[in-house]
């Protein structure tokens, strides 16, 4: 039985061409939820990041990709934050190397530098482009449980050869989200359901990038948008129709979790 339903944000809840989430994927989580399936969100994002999600009731949030957990009233679950050391490191190295280095924060997204590829992310997801910001100040007087390098992935084996306590999470082919080395979606998708009083087989998870195989492979069910890459899909136990042509909908009524049984 299917006790919780944990949705990727980007290419999977929200489109990439409308940035919107689909009126039926809404309908069909409020169902759900009805029925008594816990409906979490596990996402690269920061749980400050969610606006586009403010008609979905939720349990839970597994934020940056699995750095962090929060319930609706605010609870912190779990975090596991950035050390002090490696922030430097990124810092010195973002200049040595030239790529551009964020901080993902619930106030938002802060780069050291704007570049033609920081424009460009920010157009995908629909957000505003950031302005440079001096992250040190930042990070001296906030907590950072991810760092963003936008550098593609022929450059990610050198850079990251520099942090051996840290690991890479992509999605996007122009950066890489940086957390603290065993944080995967996984592992937040794990701490959350101990904290809510279920067990990973009693999970359908939802994932459109390779962020999200981790959470694909350790559900009870792993679902792939069919906008999935074949990484993805090759990591579930069942692919749906894509964001576009309501992949959430049609997969909780194709397992029976909404609508009526066959």
């Given at each position: 039985m299917i006790r919780a339903l944990f949705l990727d944000?980007?290419?999977?809840?929200?489109?990439f061409r409308t940035h919107r989430i689909a009126p039926s994927a809404v309908a069909a989580l409020k169902e759900a939820r009805g029925?008594?399936?816990?409906?979490?969100?596990?996402?690269g994002r920061a749980a400050g990041d969610l606006e586009v999600l403010r008609d979905l009731p939720r349990d839970g949030v597994?934020?940056?990709?699995g750095a962090?957990?929060?319930?609706?009233?605010?609870?912190?679950?779990?975090?596991?934050?950035?050390?002090?050391?490696?922030?430097?490191?990124?810092?010195?190295?973002?200049?040595?190397?030239?790529?551009?280095?964020?901080?993902?924060?619930?106030?938002?997204?802060f780069v050291n530098r704007v570049t033609a590829d920081v424009e460009r992310v920010a157009r995908q997801v629909d957000h505003p482009v950031p302005e440079a910001t001096d992250l040190r100040a930042l990070f001296d007087r906030t907590e950072c449980c991810q760092m963003c390098f936008y550098c593609d992935a022929d450059r990610e084996p050198r850079i990251m050869a520099e942090f051996p306590g840290l690991t890479a999470?992509?999605?996007?082919?122009?950066?890489?989200?940086?957390?603290?080395?065993?944080?995967?979606?996984?592992?937040?998708?794990?701490?959350?359901?101990?904290?809510c009083g279920f067990a990973l087989a009693?999970?359908?998870?939802f994932g459109d990038?390779?962020?999200?195989?981790?959470?694909?492979?350790?559900?009870?069910?792993?679902?792939?948008?069919?906008?999935a890459n074949n990484d993805?899909?090759?990591?579930?136990?069942?692919?749906?129709?894509?964001?576009?042509?309501?992949?959430?909908?049609?997969?909780?009524?194709?397992?029976g979790i909404v609508g009526n049984p066959s």
């Open positions: 944000v980007d290419g999977t809840l929200v489109s029925r008594g399936v816990g409906v979490f969100i596990a996402t597994v934020a940056l990709n962090c957990g929060v319930l609706p009233d605010g609870t912190t679950v779990f975090s596991r934050p950035i050390p002090r050391e490696d922030f430097e490191r990124a810092l010195r190295l973002s200049d040595e190397l030239d790529f551009p280095l964020a901080l993902e924060l619930d106030a938002g997204i999470n992509r999605w996007n082919p122009l950066f890489a989200d940086i957390n603290v080395r065993g944080v995967d979606k996984a592992s937040g998708m794990a701490a959350m359901a101990a904290r009693e999970v359908m998870a990038g390779g962020n999200d195989i981790s959470m694909l492979r350790h559900a009870g069910i792993g679902v792939a948008m069919g906008n993805v899909k090759a990591a579930s136990n069942y692919t749906t129709t894509s964001v576009d042509e309501d992949g959430i909908a049609n997969a909780l009524k194709y397992f």
